[in-house]
């Protein structure tokens, strides 16, 4: 009988990481890494900044959302809680005005699952507190392998009812679209398999390389569009890189496989480029083409767009 190995698990963090700003936190910001992070709370985590200033002081990692662009910071420690860092993660959420706040220890001591727990039933369903305790195992003589345990998390389906309970009718009808538009990719391995639904009108995808420009679905009662929508701050930096896109439109188009419409508003700060489609989100006779209509349009701009992000490697 072929021997197996067993497992055995590195109970000194600092062993592998001896520092947590030089060597966890670097480490974690690695795509690789968040991307670990990402699957295992199931949100799409976009690195924006390492060691982020909030005043006088700090956060180890500051990102985003990608699919609706909620501000998320991660404080690490590698040892157990303590109420130092339990003010740190409120302070920082405050300074960043983050939504989602995650917390990743070695150890998570009673009374501070408690209080992540109580952060999580007293506050608005913007609001997603994630207590991780961090775990390191080897077989034998192997490289050691990360393990995330969730210890806390937001209870997702009664915040959902507390929404639901708030919501007008059309923030309802925008729930229950994106909620099945969710499961949809889910079912088929989209891109938005991992998405949170909103009663927002859109969702987006960030386009890696491209600054302030996301792939966004936006519904209404009329239609529907798949858009390059483009808000990096000012409008002269917006107008900057719509032009700079305009430039290789031909070649934009041609990778896409239709037509776009070029829209670059002067008297907005923000600029699109979009397809639609004359499909309701109301209609539920339409809402499996608008689903299709989506996601294949959103792989499609993601990669057509997605080529380009070379020209704006200098900025």
Known sequence: MKQLGKLKKIEDLRSIWKHEAKDFTPWLAEEENLSMLSEAIGID????????NVGEFSVDIFATEESTGRK?????????????????????????????????????????????????????????????????????????AVKFNIVERPNDWAKSMKKSSSLTQGGALKLDFWQQFIEYNQ???????????????????????????????????GNCRVEAYINSGSQE???????TLYSVKETIEKEYGVPLIWQRLDDKVTCRIYEDRPWSYTNEDDRHKIFEFFCDATNRMLISFGVHANLFKSR
């Not at 985590?45 to 982020?52: G, Y």
């Open 45 to 52: 985590i976009v690195l924006e900044e390492q060691e982020s």
């Open 72 to 144: 998320i910071i991660i404080e690490n420690q590698l040892e157990d809680t303590n109420h130092d860092h339990l003010g740190k993660i409120i302070t920082y959420a405050s300074g960043k005005d983050a939504e989602v706040i995650i917390w990743i220890v070695k150890r998570a001591r009673d009374e501070h699952k408690q209080a992540i727990e109580w952060l999580n039933n007293h506050t608005d369903d913007k609001c997603a507190f994630f207590l991780i305790e961090i775990e390191l195992w080897r077989i034998g003589n192997s490289d050691p």
């Open 187 to 221: 079912s088929n391995s989209g891109v938005y398999a991992k998405s949170m639904p909103t009663s927002d009108a859109w969702i987006g995808k960030s386009i890696k390389g491209i600054p302030g420009t996301t792939v966004n679905l936006v519904v209404t009662k």
């Open 237 to 243: 930096k917006n107008k900057s890189i719509f032009d």
